[in-house]
């Protein structure tokens, strides 16, 4: 096979190691350790005190088990909660700062933070490890109001809306990892619209997990002030290592009164090798609340990476008229397990939620929708329309599907479709007489499958995603 | 063009072609004619590459190469074409979507630039018209949800858009009324050409009142047991299989 080498040489791309000194902070878990990121990060008291009252809520708590995947314990204490790449200054002060090493990772994931030679439209905050090394396109945000910062930044500069909106999505006592990751994250993304304004570009935050034996916990808050409309982005990628890696983040979006949000996430962490050894254990909360009447929040994801993809993207719609959206697309190839779906609140009348879940499952991958859509006794004329769609291929693989629905109020309208089908020997040979090779007809019928969700992605994200889900799937025919 | 010798193949270890011969020049339509279970479907299979079935004697050639060494999509790639007996549906991938596909991997290995999207259509728009299909199956999902008939007419409008250079038609007859039997012989008809080789496996004759072979075989327990023009195709109407069958064969 002449294109064989290729295919070997495309299987994870983004799996190289970026030589920079790193400062970490000793591994294990204790006061002592918040304490010691909180100062590295010169936090005002208000953020030190909330970071401990995480810790102790998280000391009272235990691990899930209720998820359809499995994993050997994490050890907690064995585990480094902080490390940011070494600077001879004490922070870059512009993108012009930044480690030339760091800039060259980010320009061969293809996301160059030279503003110069990215794309129009599009606005970055790279995270690297634990901390975001830059934000491009500052001044022609700022000019539209519009604050998009790092997370740190944003607790220096802007602490009356940490203040205001930290945790008010997903509090502390949410649940195991977000406790957890509240005790001790470490940076992330913020970002504040105005009343008003409609951004006047894409916001995208891109993720990069470099150090072994870290823990990566970033938060990202966004703000949509009344009347508003933002489009967010969000892509990661880590080194090929044997060992697992702890990736557990939270999102909290917020939109007040006819706002609009739409978060989309192609998630590509390393998945681990074909026998299932290494990868990204990707724990992560998502929420938003419609807390302002016809408000929309969306979200839009593509799970391709991590050995274990566990996280609900969810919307409260607590306005009345408010509109939550959850497009997912979730692939498991290899040993690969994902158990991931939405949950959509109504609380306020007229309230509208959309669901559309295909799982695709390949090797031994293991693929479970769970979600729960819950009408609330005062959400007149609620209305859900769900739909999870499975596509198997292989006879070794597996998915799962686990609605639940909880209607209190008898004006709602809720509807359920569910599918699944398997490619089958008969579609590989007919596409075969056709020309078509088994790689080829997979990904085209697997594309086919994912339209509905790709026709939500931003144009050159949906173009990545098919991508993505090619690269993702070699090897899982003949 | 085409070169078969000694043929024996089967599935799983049901032995079911037993020493088959075909020689197929370019321009020349063959019928293959045969009572169910003598063997006409494993022959397109086959000779399409079906993974399942497998070839355990014999050769065949084609355009001087060996065919049998071939993949699947390496014998489409290099001309062959075969119209199913029940096309596959394919949920979610249009028709256009996956016929350009189809074209530009046989353009790949021909080493020619791949056509786009706008370009495609055009050809694909003319296409249509030649097998009387409606340009809405473009963006339909391939075969999902087509009447037998469409299914039929699809095969067809594919073989236009690839213009194989030998083309096995297997029962494109078998479930057609008589009026979409017409409009798939017509477009068959259309692309009769000096260059382009046809075999038209069929159990009945009246598929070959519209398609008219140069020659037609009779295939009987794996083997051609008789050889002859187009009126034996109509002998064969007349008096059914059994009178050729050797004494002592098994029914």
């Avoid at chain 2, 050769?59 to 001087?64: A, D, F, P, R």
């Avoid at chain 2, 690839?162 to 083309?167: D, Q």
Wanted: charged share 25%.
């Amino acid at each position: 096979m002449s294109d064989a080498k290729e295919l070997i040489n495309r299987e994870y791309k983004y799996g190289f190691v970026t030589d920079v000194e790193s400062d970490a902070i000793p591994r294990g878990l204790n006061e002592e350790t918040i304490r010691l990121i909180s100062a590295r990060k010169k936090e005002p008291a208000f953020m030190l005190e909330w970071r401990l009252s995480a810790y102790r809520t998280w000391l009272r708590m235990k691990e899930p088990a209720w998820q359809n995947v499995q994993y050997p314990p994490i050890n907690y204490q064995d585990m480094i909660y902080y490390s940011a790449p070494k600077n001879k200054k004490d922070a870059p002060k512009s993108l012009e700062e930044v480690d030339k090493e760091i800039l060259d990772t980010y320009a061969k994931l293809g996301i160059p933070l030279d503003e110069q030679k990215r794309l129009a439209g599009v606005a970055v905050d790279a995270v690297f490890d634990s901390v975001s090394v830059g934000t491009t396109f500052k001044d022609t945000l700022k000019k539209a109001g519009v604050i998009f910062c790092s997370f740190s930044e944003a607790v220096q500069e802007h602490p009356d809306l940490i203040q205001k909106y930290l945790g008010s999505v997903v509090p502390v006592s949410d649940n195991f990892f977000a406790a957890l990751n509240a005790a001790v994250f470490s940076d992330g993304s913020f970002c504040y619209i105005p009343k008003g304004v409609r951004c006047p570009m894409e916001l995208s935050t891109y993720f990069r997990i470099n150090a072994a034996d870290t823990g990566q916990f970033e938060r990202t808050l966004l703000v949509a002030d009344e009347d508003s409309t933002v489009s967010y982005l969000e892509g990661c990628t880590a080194p090929i290592r044997d060992k697992n890696q702890l990736h557990a983040a939270v999102v909290e979006l917020v939109a007040l009164k006819g706002a609009k949000i739409k978060y989309s996430t192609v998630q590509n962490w390393y998945a681990g090798d074909k026998q299932g050894k290494g990868g990204i254990y990707n724990f992560v909360t998502k929420r938003g609340k419609c807390a302002g009447a016809k408000s929309k929040i969306s979200w839009t994801q593509v799970e391709t990476g991590s050995a274990i993809t566990w996280k609900y993207p969810s919307v409260i719609l607590q306005g009345d008229d408010t509109i939550g959206e959850f497009y997912s697309v979730a692939l498991t190839h290899n040993y690969q397990q994902a158990d991931t779906g939405t949950k959509m609140i109504h609380i306020g009348k007229n309230t509208r939620s959309t669901i559309i879940s295909k799982g695709i499952s390949a090797g031994r991958g293991k693929n479970t929708y769970r979600g729960l859509v819950k009408v609330l006794k005062n959400a007149e004329k609620a209305q859900n329309y769900t739909q999870c769609d499975s596509l198997l291929i292989g006879d070794q693989c597996a998915a799962n599907t686990f609605p639940t629905l909880e209607v209190e109020n008898n004006t709602a309208r809720v509807e359920h479709e569910a599918s699944t089908s398997k490619i089958s020997e008969d579609q590989l040979f007919y596409c075969a007489s056709r020309g078509i090779s088994g790689e080829n007809a997979v990904s085209m019928i697997v594309n086919g499958f994912c339209k509905e969700v790709f026709n939500h992605l931003p144009m050159e994200f949906a173009v990545e995603a098919s991508k993505l889900l090619s690269v993702s799937l070699e090897g899982s025919v003949g | 063009m085409l070169e078969i010798k000694n043929l024996h193949a089967g599935i799983e270890d049901k032995k079911i072609l037993k020493g088959f011969n075909l020689t197929v020049k370019a321009g020349e339509i063959h019928a293959i004619m045969g009572p169910n279970g003598s063997g006409k479907s494993t022959l397109s299979r086959v000779l399409a590459g079906h993974p399942a079935y497998q070839v355990t004697a014999g050769e065949v050639s084609y355009q001087g190469k060996d065919l049998l060494e071939m993949s699947a999509e390496t014998r489409a790639q290099e001309g062959v074409f075969m119209a199913f007996q029940y096309p596959t549906e394919i949920p979610g991938v249009s028709n256009a979507y996956f016929l350009r596909a189809a074209v530009n991997a046989v353009r790949a290995r021909r080493g020619e630039p791949e056509m786009d999207a706008v370009e495609f259509l055009d050809v694909l728009k003319r296409k249509m018209k030649l097998v009387e299909m409606d340009p809405a199956f473009a963006s339909r999902p391939v075969n999902a949800g087509f009447s037998g008939g469409e299914k039929k007419r699809n095969e067809i409008l594919q073989m236009a858009v690839l213009e194989p250079k030998l083309a096995i038609l297997d029962e494109t007859d078998s479930g057609l009324d008589i009026d979409a039997l017409r409009v798939v012989a017509h477009g068959v008809n259309q692309l009769r050409s000096p260059e382009r080789a046809m075999i038209v496996v069929t159990h009945y004759q009246r598929l070959l009142d519209y398609i008219v072979p140069d020659y037609v075989h009779v295939l009987l327990d794996g083997k051609i047991v008789k050889s002859g023009g187009k009126e034996l195709a109509l002998e064969l109407e007349a008096k059914g299989y059994d009178w050729i069958r050797p004494v002592g064969s098994k029914v």
